[in-house]
């Protein structure tokens, strides 16, 4: 037998290892302006065409290369950043490993124009697959453009891999967002096929953050600053009322990287509590500061997560220093340095918290160590309610109302042979649920969940099929959203207009809602295609769902009659007869009951004598 083992030739060996660090266009977005910061820019362009897959280029006006690094700056383990293995616990910059841009060459073709402010011409490479195709002296502005072509033009199974447009372009402005929050000193600008959807002039956090996020922001931010010799932890916290029903607006840095953590996002979400609702998410850009070598940096820089060395103290840091905020702000509601006088004294704005949160705040122990300056690191861990903080909070938890399959073991209702009285008896209870006699006893309906179930199957079968129909507006309402959901927007006003939704663009981040569906009262629809978005946005890295799905399920939740609304008997007749023409009618989509049966035989046991 012949030996069988190979060595893979390089540009297929750097095409696998690329794959790890540039997994989408918004990786290479990520990659790119990080290196741009990284080289101390002041500005950086960003320009994309078709989500990226043709065109991702960022130009900006850092130190530039010379001549030698601009051809060495795409070889694997090229980095000027790193020279010694000790570097690595002190690396204050983004990028560190020399990989992004050799991952690039390999899935691209790549054009670099560089040049340094003291040289007096720059450098032009133009790279393919790897190779170096062509090199000139040109005359170029200073710093640094990188266009890469064609994203996986060389690996069509990467390429075919690729999600729609839409769902890319959701993807690079999610990771633009992160770095212009992050670093609010530099100007930012996103242009797509030709239009500029963001334009971020140069300035503080807050100003960033509402240039980002949306203006009404601006008088709902409560300052975060809170340092100690451990940590620094600074940013701004939404004040309680503007917390979402979807996790939305929640950035957290470390040392400037953004990172997901389930953890920490619990100590932020304990801060909350009794503060707003259970089920609400606060806004927050929260950025921590620590001695790198606090931070495992093992942990790959393409991921999002991160290990402390001691997380309990970040934890108790962190849930301290917005605890404290937010009593502050209690305090003083004119902490905000710029709010418009006009809306100072709106009761939204300055209305203190009451007087029992105030005491249960400053009462909290952690505060009390917190307020204490550089005391913090004193605090035991059994203050900090570390123990209960998974069952608070696990990732993906918040996802289980929709992602929940039928796996609920709910008899199967026989509903053939469920028929109901003649001139069948029918009644309220709690202004929720309906008992209506039946041919063979009783059944309890939740009206809510019921109508859900209706809702769902009649807006899945017009899905498909001919549109609902709508009525048009008298008084069309209009939306003003953030870039973000503007975007999103106007992916799903399609298939709106089928669910009977008439939503039409309207100028620059706006949409006028012309028409709703023609059997729902008008009046409300704002409210829901905002609430639409938001739990889109939530739900949208949910492959199991399609669009559709996803827009269909959101409608029937939020269009149900609510529990606590009276119902007349012909509106309670109409929802048990609709149910029960259901082709599931025992179980919403997302897994709930709708009903349970009280057979005769069943009632009969329940009063059975024993002998
Ligand atoms: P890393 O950022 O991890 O060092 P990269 O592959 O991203 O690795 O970049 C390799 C090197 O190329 C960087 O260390 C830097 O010296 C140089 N470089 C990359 N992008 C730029 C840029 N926009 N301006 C100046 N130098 C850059
Ligand atoms: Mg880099």
Redesign the pocket.
């Known amino acids: 037998m012949g030996d069988i083992i190979n060595l893979l030739p390089s540009n297929i060996a750097n095409q696998i290892a690329a794959g790890e660090v540039i997994q989408r266009p918004a990786s290479a977005v990520k990659?790119?302006l990080?290196?741009?910061v990284?080289?101390g820019?002041t500005e950086a362009r960003l320009i994309i065409n078709d989500a990226g897959k043709s065109l991702i280029q960022?130009i900006?006006n850092?130190?530039?290369?010379s001549e030698a690094?601009a051809r060495?700056?795409?070889e694997r383990h090229?980095?000027?950043?790193i020279k010694a293995i000790d570097d690595l616990f002190h690396i204050r910059?983004?990028?560190?490993?020399?990989?992004?841009?050799?991952?690039i060459a390999a899935v691209s073709q790549v054009e670099l124009k560089?040049k340094r402010a003291a040289d007096p011409a720059g450098t032009y490479i133009e790279i393919d697959n790897s190779i170096i195709k062509k090199q000139e002296i040109i005359a170029c502005a200073d710093?640094?453009s990188?266009a890469m072509k064609n994203l996986f033009f060389n690996i069509p199974a990467r390429r075919n891999f690729l999600k729609s447009n839409a769902a890319e372009m959701r993807h690079i402005v999610d990771e633009f967002i992160r770095v212009a929050l992050s670093f609010p000193g530099v100007f930012f600008s996103l242009t797509s096929n030709g239009q500029q959807l963001y334009h971020l002039e140069k300035g503080s956090l807050k100003q960033r953050i509402v240039q980002v996020l949306g203006n009404q922001f601006g008088s709902k931010l409560v300052t975060v600053q809170e340092k100690t010799d451990y940590m620094n932890t600074y940013g701004f916290v939404g004040k309680p009322e503007i917390a979402k029903k979807t996790r939305g607006d929640q950035y957290l840095f470390v040392n400037n990287r953004f990172i997901r953590s389930a953890y920490l996002n619990h100590a932020i979400m304990s801060a909350y509590q009794e503060l707003i609702p259970a089920d609400s998410y606060p806004l927050y850009v929260l950025f921590i500061e620590l001695d790198p070598e606090q931070v495992d940096v093992n942990v790959h820089?393409t991921k999002q997560e991160i290990k402390f060395e001691d997380e309990k103290i970040v934890y108790a840091f962190v849930q301290a220093a917005i605890k404290h905020a937010l009593a502050q702000f209690s305090v003083t509601p004119t902490l905000d340095f710029d709010l418009d006088p006009n809306i100072q004294h709106l009761d939204a704005i300055s209305k203190p918290l009451s007087e029992e949160k105030k005491a249960s705040v400053a009462s909290s122990s952690l505060y009390q160590a917190f307020t204490q300056k550089n005391q913090a690191h004193l605090i035991e861990s059994k203050n900090s309610n570390l123990k209960d903080w998974k069952s608070f909070f696990e990732p993906g938890e918040e996802f289980k109302p929709l992602t929940q399959t039928t796996s609920f073991e709910f008899e199967k209702p026989v509903v053939e042979g469920i028929c109901l009285k003649e001139d069948c008896p029918i009644i309220q209870v709690f202004n929720s649920y309906i008992i209506a006699v039946t041919n063979r006893g009783f059944v309890l309906v939740h009206q809510q969940l019921a109508h859900e179930r209706i809702l769902y199957e009649r807006l899945i079968t017009a899905s498909a099929g001919k549109a609902v129909p709508y009525q048009t507006s008298l008084f069309p309402v209009t939306l003003q959203l953030s870039t973000q959901d503007a975007i999103l927007l106007a992916e799903l006003l399609g298939d709106l207009l089928q669910l009977g939704y008439l939503v039409e663009p309207f100028g620059k981040d706006s949409f006028v809602i012309q028409g709703t569906p023609a059997d729902l009262e008008q009046g409300n629809e704002k409210a829901v295609i905002e609430n639409l978005v938001e739990q889109f946005k939530h739900f949208s890295s949910d492959l199991k769902f399609s669009k559709r799905e996803k827009l269909v399920r959101s409608l029937a939740t939020q269009q149900a009659i609510k529990t606590g609304t009276q119902l007349t008997d012909k509106e309670m007749l109409a929802l048990v007869k609709d149910l029960f023409s259901c082709s599931q009618p025992g179980i919403t989509a997302s897994g709930s009951p709708t009903y349970v049966e009280f057979k005769k035989d069943y009632i009969e046991q329940l009063f059975k004598r024993t002998v």
């Open positions: 990659e790119l990080e290196n741009a990284d080289a820019a960022v900006d850092g130190k530039g290369m690094d060495m700056c795409f090229a980095t000027s950043k910059t983004m990028g560190f490993r020399g990989e992004a841009l050799a991952s560089t710093g640094t990188i820089p």
